[in-house]
């Protein structure tokens, strides 16, 4: 397993690490989502951009950036996140936009991961993430539809695609329409990470009925999940007490 170390918290090793989103519209709101989220077990902080009021502009960006990091400290890794509308997120983007966005805040210093959306076109992808490499952020490339789960063979093909554009993480997540579903998200997970990759993956059925996925991962390969803190930024996500206890659990029992 290719391990991602950000900060000292370390992906494909270990119990899966928790990661939860601050969606507030300005510096000040996603300051206090965050000074309440450092009073829980989470490991990563997900800053979610787009629901920004100033999202478009790179410069409010990076300054309401550096108030974050200051609350935030220097110990704990943040995710910068642009999700997109057709993923989604809180606002539409064009391709150059988006990467003009993501590559500025990857050399700004402030984070230490980015999301990249895999299907954000290649040219624009293969941009993003030779900027953040060069300027040592990782990637997590992503991959989300809140409406289906596809065969268990697409499924393995996006990750392989996101693998092959040189991505560190691999996520993808998937809203079932039936139960089976949620297996085919987490037996494509498994495909993955024993016979395709050697990089960490993140994989989540969404929903009620996908709640499963985001505490048993670790069984089946996925590497990190999301909770909830101030507000759940997705379907299905549990609070973040009760999920670091039922991960223990199932950490443990492997």
């Not at 709101?29 to 100033?54: C, N, S, Y």
Request: include cysteine.
């Amino acid at each position: 397993m290719k391990t991602v170390n950000a900060r000292g918290v370390v992906f494909g090793e270990g119990r899966p690490k928790i990661m939860t989103s601050l969606c507030g519209f300005d510096a000040a709101g996603m300051i206090e989502q965050a000074q309440f989220a450092k009073t829980l077990p989470v490991d990563v902080l997900e800053w979610r951009i787009d629901f920004l009021d100033e999202a478009y502009d790179i410069d409010s960006i990076v300054d309401c950036g550096q108030k974050l990091r200051a609350v935030v400290g220097e110990n704990t890794p943040i995710l910068m996140t642009f999700r997109t509308a057709k993923e989604g997120g809180e606002k539409p983007v064009e391709p150059e936009a988006y990467a003009d966005i993501n590559i500025a805040l990857a050399e700004s210093g402030i984070v230490d991961l980015i999301d990249v959306e895999a299907y954000m076109g290649d040219e624009v992808v293969e941009r993003i993430i030779s900027a953040a490499h060069a300027a040592g952020v990782f990637v997590i490339a992503s991959n989300h539809d809140f409406e289906k789960t596809p065969p268990k063979e697409e499924i393995v093909a996006r990750l392989c695609k996101m693998q092959d554009q040189g991505a560190d993480i691999l996520k993808i997540a998937l809203m079932p329409q039936c139960r089976e579903d949620v297996l085919v998200l987490m037996d494509a997970t498994r495909e993955m990470f024993e016979n395709h990759t050697e990089h960490p993956l993140i994989t989540m059925s969404m929903g009620g009925m996908g709640v499963v996925s985001r505490l048993a991962g670790e069984s089946y390969g996925s590497s990190a999940t999301f909770g909830a803190a101030a507000q759940a930024s997705a379907p299905g996500q549990v609070g973040i007490a009760d999920l670091a206890q039922v991960l223990d659990i199932v950490h443990a029992g492997l």
